[in-house]
């Protein structure tokens, strides 16, 4: 008798829509143990419940417990030391609310002894933003908070990462072998922006050479290279134009966009000491608002955690940067600034036109990191803009009714008549034609705003992402 086949029997005669609420209430039970699991190794190892067999610590009563490796009995002990420090933590894993990836993260934090002190003032945020957000934007955040929280630390590992930077490249088994570490954040971005570049002209050469040997067929046809065939043929190319150019000091600037908002600017060129910190009778003042009362930038946050989601010192791919590169990228103008306001909105810079181009199209893709289809990790650089609601349907060409999504999305949406609406918590859904909303497990459903044109139906889509978790967390 095989169990697990009949099981996997039993899978696959359910019909599509069974098998995903089925993968939902799993995923939610196994959240619900992890939890439980996660505060019996903390409480075990209060009671040191390991010397009963002789263990010393309990790591080792975990090892041979559970017969796993010293790496995930560590992993263990940090997650159950996290959720017993971390007020809300634990309660938002048993709910469901969150996964094992986000309370990781937590446990990480955690650990760190130079941002710790500050986690009871962010936890709540912090625990919002994980159950919102992806996983990529929630570790984002993260980083942003802990290079606000620890800026001595984060100035001492970039410069650290500059002093120690290396690169090899050597002859391996009849291959090339290149590694490189070290580098501030910009510099990392601009050699990854170079790449990603001469990757896609890479991308566009093999879709001519489709093109040019299938004629209307080409779509049926694969791509002569396969992507890494791509990205290595980018980097050979890379090498080649460099050892051609007349001239290596001229080669041009690669456009590296940075994300930064007001508050942060204002900091950054008061540390430098390039903006007056006091008034003429001697008085601190605050750079920005112009307000006779010294700021402190981390403190105000500790007054206002949800500030912190308004933060921004990063490119546009994501890279959290360090003030002192910014500024050095400021002071030399090879970068393009785009400075946001305090609520973290970027002013609409087009016009109303049917496709999305010129400021319009760079208004809409500033603050946007990847695909914004859920689950999709392709970067916003290779996606295509879009209209949210359709211009077909009388909606306007701005940022507010633009979404980020890759060719292949983009073309599922259309396909399947998938809508988009933007909830009170400015993220913007994708609703099903059922009426469903696309949610991560666990995740409180949202609240849209009014419509005075379709009262009805939004009431309706967050009665329905209600009813349909409520359901998932009964089973």
Not at 13 to 24: C, E, F, Q, V, Y
Not at 197 to 205: C, I, K, S, V
Not at 246 to 272: F, R, Y
Request: net charge neutral; hydrophobic share 35%.
């Amino acid at each position: 008798m095989n169990m697990f086949n009949d099981l996997r029997e039993a899978l696959n005669k359910l019909p599509d829509g069974a098998l995903d609420n089925r993968i939902r209430q799993i995923a939610l039970q196994r959240r619900q143990l992890d939890a439980e699991f996660a505060a019996a190794i903390r409480v075990a190892d209060r009671r040191q419940l390991g010397a009963l067999d002789g263990h010393r610590t309990i790591n080792s009563y975990l090892r041979a417990t559970l017969n796993c490796s010293n790496t995930r009995a560590s992993r263990l002990r940090s997650q159950a030391q996290a959720v017993d420090d971390i007020d809300g933590l634990g309660n938002a894993w048993l709910t469901g609310r969150i996964g094992t990836s986000q309370v990781t993260r937590f446990a990480v934090l955690n650990n760190n002894r130079r941002v710790r002190d500050r986690l009871p003032e962010f936890a709540p945020l912090l625990l919002d933003n994980a159950e919102q957000l992806s996983y990529s934007e929630f570790s984002q955040c993260v980083d942003r908070f802990v290079a606000h929280a620890d800026q001595d630390g984060a100035h001492d590992a970039r410069d650290d990462a500059i002093k120690h930077g290396d690169a090899h490249i050597a002859h391996v088994g009849g291959m090339i072998d290149i590694t490189a570490h070290g580098g501030d954040g910009l510099t990392t971005q601009e050699l990854i922006t170079i790449h990603q570049r001469f990757t896609q002209a890479e991308y566009h050469t093999d879709l001519e050479t489709r093109r040019a040997q299938h004629g209307d067929t080409a779509e049926q046809h694969p791509l002569p290279r396969t992507t890494a065939q791509r990205r290595f043929d980018a980097l050979v190319t890379i090498f080649k134009r460099a050892a051609g150019a007349e001239n290596l000091g001229s080669t041009s600037d690669p456009l590296v966009n940075i994300v930064i908002d007001a508050n942060t600017w204002a900091q950054i060129l008061t540390a430098s000491g390039l903006t007056p910190t006091t008034t003429l009778d001697g008085r601190p003042v605050d750079p920005f608002t112009g307000l006779t009362q010294p700021n402190d930038l981390l403190n105000e946050l500790t007054r206002s955690p949800k500030s912190l989601t308004n933060l921004h010192c990063q490119t546009t791919s994501g890279v959290v940067l360090h003030p002192h590169d910014v500024l050095r990228a400021a002071l030399a103008g090879h970068i393009r600034r785009v400075i946001i306001d305090t609520a973290g909105v970027t002013i609409n810079m087009g016009r109303r036109r049917r496709l999305f181009d010129g400021p319009a199209r760079e208004a809409a893709r500033i603050l946007i990191l990847r695909c914004e289809h859920p689950g999709c990790e392709l970067p916003a650089d290779h996606c295509d803009i879009d209209h949210a609601n359709e211009w077909a349907n009388g909606r306007q060409t701005n940022q507010h009714n633009s979404r980020i999504r890759c060719s292949t999305h983009n073309t599922d949406k259309t396909k399947h008549q998938w809508q988009s609406k933007r909830a009170t918590n400015g993220r913007t859904y994708t609703i099903r034609t059922n009426g469903t909303i696309m949610l991560p497990i666990g995740t409180t459903p949202p609240t849209f705003p009014h419509d005075p044109d379709h009262p009805d139906d939004i009431d309706h889509l967050t009665k329905l992402a209600r009813q349909r978790t409520a359901a998932l967390r009964a089973a």
